[in-house]
């Protein structure tokens, strides 16, 4: 057995963790640049807690308030250019994972003047420390490494690329954040879209991680918790009250718990290919990430269960993961199908042009696909049988 793990953030969980910890905060620096999307920190109470808690220590703030789902390259460079010029010492993301990829980019380009053309792939040696906040229950980034962005320009950072945006990542033990402040409070009220596309994201994790190369008995510790946590929040996910203010505390804290376990999951296992996949969808269509990678997990995981039918020599890790699951595979790919109800529709063309993509995380599966499985896959995905335009 061989084992490298890696976790340094520290974890709190608890209403109005993030004042009651603050000084935890004043650890960090003098002055932090708070990073959320548009509206909605605003709307559930998290900035203003943010503010709080920083006036309360004596520390400034300046905020950026312009991270839109799937943030840019040039949002986080916008962002970066802020935090320096503001001389910030360190970054609060809050949000989702959108504003939390957004901040932990910007804390790297606070201290790193780099060319567009260097900046995926890069192996920085600085960056700013991140707190987090996350107020969805999904990505999990508030415990991985991970920066994931959309690439919209071209080498010169000013005209577009020519072949068209693409879901690029960032990754090093400095953007874990040293901090993630967990308070379900924040995500009371999110509709039923919003909760259960984000626990799609987190059981996604769980999911690709024991299916990862990469996956540890650490991970799939982590995973196996992670799993049970959602598993015991799936009737009520399928069963979404009409108001959603009515969905328990409980509920709300498992699945927030249950994310950033996930994250961990990831952290050390990294994701496999659905992730890569599902990246097609939020860039073409515009699908919640989470509900992406729903969308192509019945089919991924019926096509592992054949080829270790098919082949001997594969361990049997389908069995595994259905017993971290407590259901078997055809139950499990059922409630997938209630929760994902009326699934998107594809042309030939798109279905052509995504399977002929090389997929990154395709190296990463413990079964590795070609490029006619993944085709193969995609087909199942969005037809669910017949659902071409």
């Not at 199908?337 to 030939?348: F, M, N, S, V, Y």
């Amino acid at each position: 057995m061989k084992l490298n793990y890696l976790m340094p953030t520290r974890i709190l969980l608890e209403e109005d963790c993030l004042y009651r910890n603050r000084i935890l905060l004043g650890e960090l620096g003098r002055k932090a640049l708070v990073v959320t999307g548009k509206n909605s920190a605003r709307v559930n109470g998290s900035y203003a807690d943010a503010v709080q808690a920083l006036e309360a220590n004596g520390q400034d703030h300046v905020p950026f308030q312009r991270v839109m789902s799937n943030p840019t390259d040039l949002c986080v460079y916008e962002a970066g250019a802020l935090a320096r010029a503001e001389g910030c010492d360190f970054v609060l993301a809050i949000g989702g994972g959108s504003p939390m990829d957004a901040a932990k980019a910007a804390a790297v380009l606070a201290l790193n003047d780099i060319p567009k053309e260097e900046f995926f792939g890069l192996a920085f040696k600085t960056a700013l420390p991140v707190a987090a906040v996350p107020t969805t229950a999904g990505t999990g980034s508030e415990t991985t490494p991970y920066s994931v962005l959309v690439d919209t320009t071209g080498p010169d950072g000013k005209t577009p690329r020519r072949e068209g945006p693409v879901k690029r990542s960032v990754g090093s033990p400095l953007l874990f954040p040293r901090l993630a402040f967990l308070d379900p409070k924040y995500s009371f009220g999110l509709s039923r879209d919003i909760t259960v596309h984000t626990a799609m994201d987190a059981l996604s994790h769980g999911i690709e991680g024991m299916l990862s190369i990469r996956a540890n008995h650490v991970s799939d510790l982590l995973a196996r918790e992670s799993m049970a946590l959602i598993q015991g929040c799936l009737d009520l996910l399928c069963n979404f009250p009409s108001d959603p203010w009515t969905l328990s505390r409980e509920v709300r804290e498992k699945l927030l718990l249950a994310s950033s376990i996930a994250g961990m999951v990831i952290a050390q296992s990294g994701t496999a290919v659905p992730h890569s996949m599902g990246y097609l969808f939020t860039l073409n269509w515009g699908t919640d990430h989470g509900r992406a990678n729903g969308l192509l997990m019945g089919s991924f995981l019926k096509w592992c269960r054949a080829r270790e039918a098919a082949d001997p020599s594969i361990g049997p890790r389908i069995p595994v993961l259905c017993s971290a699951l407590g259901m078997d595979l055809d139950r499990f790919c059922g409630i997938m199908e209630q929760l994902l109800g009326k699934r998107e529709k594809a042309t030939e063309r798109e279905l052509a042009a995504w399977g002929a993509m090389p997929m990154k995380n395709a190296a990463n599966t413990y079964i590795k696909p070609g490029q006619e499985e993944i085709m193969a896959m995609f087909q199942d995905a969005v037809a669910g049988g017949n659902n071409l335009r």
